[in-house]
């Protein structure tokens, strides 16, 4: 019997030891992760409101740039002055619970899952984002028509312009002029509305 106790005694303190868990390199990068994650909602937050409600409640964008083999992400968010000069039948749109799906899959095109910082994007011919494929072309200045103008060293994604590019840790905020989604995901808007109501 006293045996038995010292044998307890002396094995409890290795056994806990044995089968305490390290912190792995991979729980770092997830604590990191986190907190980039947080400090890029908190600037959507403030600066892109409107564009953070399309997508701050998609669990599937949240879980996709937070998994551990992803270093930073890039988030191509339309200005406030974009929305606010959006057709009121689009805003209202948006914010239909209807529409909901609709409007989540628009935010998914503005989401890359690695960081492509202004100069990437610039020499690309295109990126992809949670959503789809999306163009990538030069902004061009003058002309008419799209004729006889000259590139002025911006981008444009999916007929929008970036305005403004901002490194936030390892990922990219670039300010866009338009939503960079296709036009064609607004012919699924109001599919769910019952005819004849408001």
């Not at 002396?10 to 390199?25: G, K, Q, R």
């Not at 008419?144 to 590019?165: C, N, P, R």
């Amino acid at each position: 019997m006293h045996y038995q106790r010292l044998f307890l005694v002396l094995c409890i303190p290795v056994m806990s030891v044995a089968f305490t868990p390290a912190s792995s390199p991979q729980t770092k990068q997830v604590t990191k992760l986190n907190a980039e994650t947080k400090e890029l909602e908190s600037i959507l937050g403030t600066r892109y409101p409107t564009f953070y409600s399309m997508i701050k409640d998609n669990d599937g964008i949240w879980k996709e740039i937070q998994k551990p083999e992803v270093e930073g992400c890039t988030i191509f968010c339309p200005s406030e002055d974009f929305f606010r000069n959006l057709d009121t039948k689009k805003r209202t749109q948006l914010k239909d619970d209807r529409n909901s799906e609709t409007a989540e899959k628009i935010g998914t095109y503005h989401i890359v899952n690695e960081a492509v910082d202004a100069e990437a994007l610039f020499n690309s011919g295109g990126v992809v984002t949670l959503g789809g494929e999306v163009l990538v072309g030069r902004s061009i200045s003058g002309g008419v028509f799209g004729l006889g103008g000259t590139e002025d060293g911006s981008s444009t994604i999916g007929g929008a312009k970036v305005t403004l590019s901002e490194e936030v840790g390892a990922s990219v905020i670039h300010e866009v002029d338009n939503f960079v989604s296709p036009n064609i995901l607004w012919r699924f808007m109001d599919q769910l509305r019952i005819p004849g109501s408001q």
